[in-house]
């Protein structure tokens, strides 16, 4: 059975930092682009950065600088470094492997189940 497993969320307050990892399990994805999406209450799944096998790599605007994704294909790993956190950055994260198309929209192959990121003082 193939799974994407987020963990690494947490509450934190504005200006800290978090790292978020997703462990892939029932194939490898080293071959293939993973993403991360995030969903705040009320609002549609986003974009926030994806990382091709090549390692080139895809940010939203609101990110960049902030954000950093790097995968480790040996351990079949992608992370999300995050910094300088905003309360705005508050969101359930998601995972996702091996994009049907622009790896900015949410035609994804595969999705975790999300790890919960707050961002409050």
């Known amino acids: 059975q193939v799974q994407l497993v987020e963990s690494g969320g947490g509450l934190v307050q504005p200006g800290d930092s978090l790292r978020l990892s997703c462990l892939g399990s029932?194939?490898?994805?080293?071959?293939?682009?993973m993403g991360w999406f995030r969903q705040a209450p009320g609002e549609e799944r986003q974009f926030v950065a994806a990382i091709a096998w090549s390692g080139h790599t895809f940010y939203t605007d609101s990110v960049k600088g902030r954000f950093t994704i790097s995968r480790n294909n040996a351990l079949n790993t992608v992370y999300l470094q995050m910094n300088s956190l905003k309360p705005e950055d508050t969101a359930a994260y998601y995972c996702a492997a091996e994009p049907k198309g622009s790896p900015y929209q949410t035609a994804y192959g595969y999705w975790g189940l999300g790890t919960q990121v707050t961002v409050s003082s």
């Open positions: 029932g194939r490898t994805f080293s071959r293939v682009t």
